[in-house]
């Protein structure tokens, strides 16, 4: 699996619509052919943190989540809601195999 | 879900030895009853970095996990190949739900 965890610090007055934003986002990429999982992850201990576990078949199949319309309209509406920059981290996921 | 990540960074001489014993535990972890996920990443930029993605229905679920037999073997076995005391981040999972 080709897996990105994106950390994502959200601004305490957009948390609300932050979770619905990704709620639509998860629904339509778990669709996508090539996807693995999409979950959306909120810190125990953090209230504004966020990860996003994005796991995909392969590189094409993630190269092809950004070109998708819930792909943009998701980046569009939470840009301002970021309290600073999200972070993308690479994995090669290992196991679960393919 | 009752979510972990696990940040582990390995020793350059035990990577494939590491691998090794997390494919054993991701085995046997997905054979738990309450178990969704139990991912092994293994990072594109440091070599010695994985990222362990452990998902279970609840948080009873996740203590009972810490109590089998192959979880005691995994964090036995791999305790001297660890570089640094690893890291554990606690989230919800929100979506999927359940």
């Known amino acids: 699996m080709h ?15 932050f979770i619905a ?3 639509l986002n998860h629904e339509a990429s778990t669709r996508e052919d090539g996807n693995r ?3 959306i992850l ?4 953090e209230r504004g943190y966020f990860v ?4 995909y078949r392969d590189a094409a ?4 989540h ?10 569009d509406t939470v840009a301002d809601w970021m309290a600073e920059p999200r972070q993308g ?10």
């Open 42 to 45: 909120h810190s125990k201990d």
């Open 89 to 98: 981290q690479g994995f090669d996921g290992l196991f679960p195999q393919g």
């Open 21 to 23: 934003a990704c709620k």
């Open 61 to 64: 199949a993630a190269a092809t």
């Open 52 to 55: 996003l576990y994005e796991a």
């Open 66 to 75: 950004k070109q998708t319309a819930h792909y943009l309209a998701w980046r």
């Open 37 to 39: 999982r999409f979950d």
């Open 3 to 17: 897996v990105t965890l994106v950390h994502v610090r959200v601004k305490a007055e957009h948390i609300e619509d």
